[in-house]
T-cell receptor
Framework: GQNIDQPTEMTATEGAIVQINCTYQ??????LFWYQQHAGEAPTFLSY????GLEEKGRFSSFLSRSKGYSYLLLKELQMKDSASYLC?????????????FGTGTKLQVIP | GAGVSQSPSNKVTEKGKDVELRCDPI?????LYWYRQSLGQGLEFLIY????????KSGLPSDRFSAERTGGSVSTLTIQRTQQEDSAVYLC?????????????FGPGTRLLVL
């Protein structure tokens, strides 16, 4: 099975940088996703990592270390609109099939 | 261009009835995912289609759930003999992979309420 852990809640200040961590355990790792979800809305895809290293997309970056079962999402120059839940999800390929398991999400509150 | 669309946007049904949810992915996207999100809960993976490969159905909550993807495009998720615990938002996403990097696009979801 899979076990994905991320903090339940975080608070950060507008203009600052915040790092949301995600740790996972899986037998057939085949990619890690980060999503943003505002209350009452569908998730928005942020990033996909399958190789070790840092992927940067504007104010958002995602890092992966497969050997450590660890990823983080880095948000720079925080804006009030970044207040949302951030979901980490791991795709696993076991037994010839692929499935995706989500963490419970990290609710980020950006304060002035 | 057009994004992922889902229909209906809302569905209210009576316990025991069958429902069919539809997902139209972005043209050319070979991968399609179905997820479920119950009120106040996280996302639950249901099923994943990649090209013409047989999907893994082990994520489906029960044998009342089935999914098809015809012609590698439109997908339908069917729930037979609906139960109140099936009430949730059902989300579909399609994706494209370029240079080893996958990008997913979500539809707006279908809100299902089973009375």
């Amino acid at each position: 099975g899979q076990n994905i852990d991320q903090p339940t809640e975080m608070t950060a200040t507008e203009g600052a940088i915040v790092q949301i961590n995600c740790t996972y355990q899986t037998s057939g790792f085949n990619g890690l996703f980060w999503y943003q979800q505002h209350a009452g809305e569908a998730p928005t895809f942020l990033s996909y990592n399958v190789l070790d290293g840092l992927e940067e997309k504007g104010r958002f970056s995602s890092f992966l270390s497969r050997s450590k079962g660890y990823s983080y999402l880095l948000l720079k120059e925080l804006q009030m609109k970044d207040s949302a839940s951030y979901l980490c999800a791991v795709r696993d390929r076991s037994g010839g099939y692929q499935k995706v398991t989500f963490g419970t999400g990290t609710k980020l509150q950006v304060i002035p | 261009g057009a994004g992922v669309s889902q229909s209906p946007s809302n569905k209210v049904t009576e316990k025991g009835k069958d429902v069919e949810l539809r997902c139209d992915p972005i043209s050319g996207h070979t991968a399609l995912y179905w997820y479920r999100q119950s009120l106040g809960q996280g996302l639950e993976f249901l099923i994943y289609f990649q090209g013409n490969s047989a999907p893994d159905k082990s994520g489906l909550p029960s044998d009342r759930f089935s999914a098809e993807r015809t012609g590698g495009s439109v997908s339908t998720l069917t729930i037979q003999r609906t139960q109140q615990e099936d009430s949730a938002v059902y989300l579909c996403a399609s994706s494209v992979t370029s240079g080893g990097a996958e990008t997913q696009y979500f539809g707006p979801g279908t809100r299902l309420l089973v009375l």
